[in-house]
Structures are given as C-alpha cells and as structure tokens.
C-alpha cells in the first residue's frame, strides 16, 4: 500500500538553529499537508500546498516556517530560528482531494523535533 | 479552540463487545467528520467519514453516527478486537477550508 515516508523520524537541534524536515508524498496525490503534535496535546494544522502554492496556513505557520516542493517528490518544512515550543511531533500528509471529499487524508509516522 | 472534543480520554472494552467512541463539535460550518485511528510512534491512519447530508455510514466493523441537531457524531465499533486498541481521533473540516480540526482524542483498549 503506498504511503507517505518523512524523514529523519527524529531531529535534536539547538534553539535558533533551522530545520529541515522532510516528506515523500504518494505519488498521485495533488494535495499536501503539515500538522504537528506538541506532547499531550491535540494535532494541530499548520499549512496545506496544492498546485505549488500555499491554499492555506494556520496562525502557527508564521514568517519562522516555509515550505518547499524542490523537485515534484519531496514536500519539506523549513523552521529558520528553532524555539523552545517548536518541538513536537511533525506530521506529513497527503491527499487525491480535499479535506472535505471523501479522501481521508494519509499521514506519515512523523518527525519528533526535539529543540534544546 | 476547543471546536471539537472527546470527553472521554479512555475506554476499556472487552474483546466481541462493542465500542463506542464520542465525539462532539461546535462550529455548525463543518461539514465533513472523519475519524482516524492512531498507534504509537505512528502517523493517523483514515478510518471511515461522513458528509453532513448523512447521518450514517458504514464500512465493516466501524459505522459513525453523526447527528447535526446534537452537534455530536460516535464512532461504533463492533466486534472490537485486541488490535483495535489504539488512540481514536475525531476531526472536521468545513467546506471553505482546506484543514481538518482534531479532537483530543480517546485512548481504547480492547482486551481479552
């Protein structure tokens, strides 16, 4: 079954350093997404890419964060100056359509960003 | 932003029974409910969802209910089977928006 790699699985970077957190997407898939867990807490969205381009970002998705299709494969999050509170389980997905058809998003097992 | 809740962080069923996972919401412009299942050290994993022009779907062993009067959808399990035990998540999206927005959450633990 296809699914959605993301690499590392996890990251300890120092507090201001920048980050770059990586996500092979299925292949047909058209829509692509990055959610994060802080510990203890609910998955939050951050950002959503379609057609290369950002369709929409959450309040947390601030002038810290980009995203990139470099190369039609990959879909990376760049954090430029790493924070304390950054650190959380990152979330890749992708999808044929959007959150409201009927496709159920599918995620990646993660990237555990652990800021020091 | 408590938009959608699962009040119950945990449920304890036994193996064959039923389980059955609450979820409720808030914000009457969401228009599409999902549930995904989640195991440790994993990424969610889509379960089953539901239009809001449904009250019902089912897909094997899983069925969600979703009642718009209540603002409240569960999710039913049934026979429940060890591997089921897992960390259940509601989540919504409205249909002017590309994001889902997730519940906290319930742990379900099926045992023999």
């Known amino acids: 079954e296809p699914e959605v790699t993301q690499t590392p699985s996890h990251q300890v970077t120092q507090m201001g350093q920048e980050v770059i957190l990586r996500c092979v997407p299925i292949s047909n898939h058209l829509y692509f997404y990055w959610y994060r867990q802080i510990l203890g807490q609910k998955v939050e969205f951050l950002v959503s890419f379609y057609n290369n381009e950002i369709s929409e970002k959450s309040e947390i998705f601030d002038d810290q964060f980009s995203v990139e299709r470099p190369d039609g494969s990959n879909f990376t999050l760049k954090i430029r100056s790493t924070k304390l509170e950054d650190s959380a389980m990152y979330f890749c997905?992708?999808?044929?359509?959007?959150?409201?058809?009927?496709?159920?998003?599918?995620f990646g097992s993660g990237t555990r960003l652990t800021v020091v | 932003d408590q938009q959608v809740k699962q009040n119950s962080p945990s449920l304890s069923v036994q193996e064959g029974r039923i389980s059955i996972l609450n979820c409720d919401y808030t914000n009457s412009m969401f228009d599409y409910f999902l549930w995904y299942k989640k195991y440790p050290a994993e990424g969610p994993t889509f379960l089953i969802s539901i239009s809001s022009i449904k009250d019902k779907n089912e897909d094997g062993r899983f069925t969600v209910f979703l009642n718009k009067s209540a603002k409240h959808l569960s999710l039913h399990i049934v026979p429940s089977q060890p591997g089921d035990s897992a960390v259940y998540f509601c989540?919504?999206?409205?249909?002017?928006?590309?994001?889902?927005?997730f519940g906290t959450g319930t742990r379900l633990q099926v045992f023999p």
């Open positions: 997905a992708s999808s044929e359509g959007t959150a409201s058809s009927n496709y159920g998003y599918t």
């Open positions: 989540a919504a999206s409205a249909g002017n928006t590309d994001k889902l927005i």
